[in-house]
T-cell receptor, first 113, second 113 residues
Framework: EAQVTQNPRYLITVTGKKLTVTCSQN?????MSWYRQDPGLGLRQIYY???????DKGDVPEGYKVSRKEKRNFPLILESPSPNQTSLYFC????????????FGPGTRLTVT | RKEVEQDPGPFNVPEGATVAFNCTYS??????FFWYRQDCRKEPKLLMS???SGNEDGRFTAQLNRASQYISLLIRDSKLSDSATYLC??????????????FGPGTSLSVIP
């Protein structure tokens, strides 16, 4: 089944404790992206990757890191989480870039206390 | 002014009604346009792409007016299952250049029996 998976689905953590949210797709897509969704603000792009070893900042990259060592995986790293990073996070992939249909993972609900 | 704006909603309509959503975008270089559907904090899913010639998929019709920088979605014969949030999505950029995708804040639709 073609899909995008994210783990964990839910995470409660404390300020400053490094964490990684994994994202994997099995569709051989070149493009992957991370978004956060907050009430009243909609989805905002954090980072995206056009291909392996190619990543770029989206609209809200501060406090996040990403890497794209393999085509299928695009982890999101929070080196020192803060409460303002409490949000619902979505990973997505697309064949080439966001001008094509994006397939989203199920989301990760992160709470930083 | 926000880059992508949508009718604030919520829209509460009876079953069988016709409902129209509007979306405006500010960047005249925008290239690709979409309507996504999002159910209650689940992942967004593509409803339809929007073309200058307009396109129809069953009860759903989407229109794009580049001159006015305006996108619309028309839902005819509303079903209870149409209850969701509808996201207007605009892509600026192409495969060989930087990628920028903007999600509108969404319009909530509730179809009432």
């Amino acid at each position: 089944e073609a899909q995008v998976t994210q783990n964990p689905r839910y995470l409660i953590t404390v300020t400053g404790k490094k964490l990684t949210v994994t994202c994997s797709q099995n569709m051989n897509h070149e493009y992957m992206s991370w978004y956060r969704q907050d009430p009243g603000l909609g989805l905002r792009q954090i980072y995206y990757s056009m291909n392996v070893e190619v990543t770029d900042k989206g609209d809200v990259p501060e406090g996040y890191k990403v890497s794209r060592k393999e085509k299928r995986n695009f982890p999101l790293i929070l080196e020192s989480p803060s409460p303002n990073q409490t949000s619902l996070y979505f990973c997505a992939s697309s064949p080439y870039f966001s001008g094509y249909e994006q397939y989203f993972g199920p989301g990760t609900r992160l709470t930083v206390t | 002014r926000k880059e992508v704006e949508q009718d604030p909603g919520p829209f509460n309509v009876p079953e069988g009604a016709t409902v129209a959503f509007n979306c405006t975008y500010s960047n005249s270089a925008s290239q690709s346009f979409f309507w996504y559907r999002q159910d209650c904090r689940k992942e967004p899913k593509l409803l339809m792409s929007v073309y200058s010639s307009g396109n129809e998929d069953g009860r759903f019709t989407a229109q794009l007016n580049r001159a006015s920088q305006y996108i619309s979605l028309l839902i005819r014969d509303s079903k209870l299952s149409d209850s969701a949030t509808y996201l207007c999505v605009v892509n600026v950029g192409g495969r060989t250049s930087y990628d920028k995708v903007i999600f509108g804040p969404g319009t909530s639709l509730s179809v009432i029996p």
